[in-house]
């Protein structure tokens, strides 16, 4: 059936198509710039700031403080989510996602002006923390609407896993310019990068925000908020409404992501760390590697977003989490050869099973709300895995490294999120192939909420 909108005819297919792609790309590139500017943070984070903004600090602990003021952005994207969950269930998926590109593109341009430690003691570090504070609830909105930007544009019930995870492409792509611009300005001689080089990737970000919001303005609000609005369907707190009928596939959602979070950010940005003070390899080899992995999530997050349509969202993403689990110890024991080729091997390696749960990982949550509260219980449930998964795990794997002296004490916290994650995904329902354009607590819907298989 063609696509409508709210008090207008029909779309055309040859329409309806359009504004798939438009949406598709649009809320890639959108998700892809947010990402750029989250993870130049997180990259940076483990190269300089420990130095330039605790320099008085013993360097495990000036990396430690930097880290927590890195987590401080996880913490902000719950808050991000239960703010613009509201407001996209309640406006629209469209207006929400121009706001949030621009919350999280000014916040990170703001960063490259920020002073040291050696300029203004203290209040650096604290004026660091509050950018990421913001950074992180844009973040925290982004997510949701992208995913339901594509996925609601979806024609048919049987590709929504392949059109959902083109949204979750941004993340490696993110990944991929992050680590290219930090490499290129990282040529710059020691000293000048410290000094000013660092700060030019984040200047660049208010480029990349002005062709995200260009796009973001072409496209149409989705088919499903639209009949949502003509319906008059539309809930005034959906964020307090969500919280009191599906509750469980909140923590559910969070709990799943466990084993995917919390391993990319141990894979991805404890490494640095890791890498340069343990390991005593190059700054270069390790960015280098990273974007490596980046380039192979380009291909592989939108092949399992496929495979889940084919064999079923859960029983992809339950393989994926088995398969981190196992991998940890196949990573610690590939990194601590030494060797610079078995390190990067693993670096590239270990987005693989990341991208059997990210691949999937948008229509599975997504699919699990009903369409009046899916802004707000997808984002909910997505960010809180940020609270207890994403931003404590290079806090986590560094305590635990300085504890053990040992890289498997780490793999074993990786595994523990594995097994978590398995247990939450197997009690999620799976939605795969089936009508979401109803709401499930509808007594004419094909499908009852609570008899998803």
């Given amino acids: 059936m063609a696509a409508t909108q709210s008090g207008a005819m029909p779309l055309s297919e040859e329409e309806a198509r359009r504004q798939l792609r ?40 000036g990396t430690l403080q930097a880290f927590l003021i890195y987590a401080v952005g996880f913490v902000a994207r719950p808050v991000g989510a239960a703010i613009f969950g509201h407001y996209g269930d309640r406006i629209g998926r469209k207006a929400t996602l121009i706001v949030t590109l621009l919350l999280m593109g000014l916040a990170t341009f703001a960063v490259g002006f920020v002073p040291t430690y050696a300029s203004i003691g203290i209040w650096g570090a604290i004026a660091l923390t509050a950018l990421r504070f913001i950074q992180g609830v844009g973040v925290g909105g982004e997510w949701g609407g992208s995913v339901l930007m594509s996925m609601e544009w979806a024609r048919t019930n049987k590709h929504r896993g392949f059109v959902a995870s083109w949204p979750q492409f941004g993340v490696p792509a993110g990944l991929f310019v992050a680590n290219l611009v930090v490499l290129a300005t990282s040529q710059i001689s020691g000293s000048a990068f410290l000094t000013w080089g660092w700060r030019v990737p984040f200047f660049l970000s208010i480029a990349l925000v002005g062709i995200g919001l260009y796009i973001r303005l072409s496209i149409l609000e989705t088919p499903v908020f639209a009949k949502l609005l003509a319906e008059r369907r539309i809930e005034k707190a959906p964020m307090r409404e969500v919280l009191r009928r599906q509750p469980k596939d909140i923590l559910l959602s969070a709990l799943a992501r466990m084993a995917e979070q919390a391993p990319f950010y141990i894979f991805t940005a404890f490494i640095f760390t890791y890498g340069v003070m343990s390991l005593g390899v190059t700054r270069d080899l390790l960015l280098t590697a990273v974007l490596a992995a980046s380039v192979l999530e380009f291909f592989t997050i939108p092949l399992f977003g496929h495979v889940s349509d084919l064999i079923g969202r859960r029983r992809m993403y339950v393989i994926g989490a088995a398969a981190v689990g196992l991998f940890g110890f196949l990573y610690f024991f590939m990194v601590g050869t030494h060797n610079p080729g078995w390190i990067f091997a693993a670096i590239v390696l270990s987005l693989v099973p990341h991208a059997m749960m990210y691949g999937p990982q948008a229509a599975l949550i997504a699919e699990s709300f009903t369409g009046r509260l899916r802004y707000s219980g997808a984002s909910m449930g997505y960010q809180l895995a940020s609270v207890i998964a994403g931003g404590p795990a290079p806090l986590i794997a560094t305590a635990l490294y300085a504890y053990f002296h040992s890289g498997f004490a780490v793999a074993w916290y990786v595994f523990a999120c594995a097994v978590i994650s398995v247990a939450a995904a197997m009690r999620l329902g799976d939605y795969t192939n089936k009508d979401i354009s109803r709401e499930y607590d509808d007594v004419h819907a094909l499908h009852d909420h609570g008899h998803a298989t």
């Fill in 22 to 61: 438009r949406a598709v790309i649009a809320s890639t590139i959108g998700t892809t710039i947010e990402w750029y500017d989250f993870f130049l943070y997180s990259t940076v984070t483990g190269l300089v700031f420990a130095k330039l903004f605790f320099p008085e600090s013993d360097p495990l602990v």
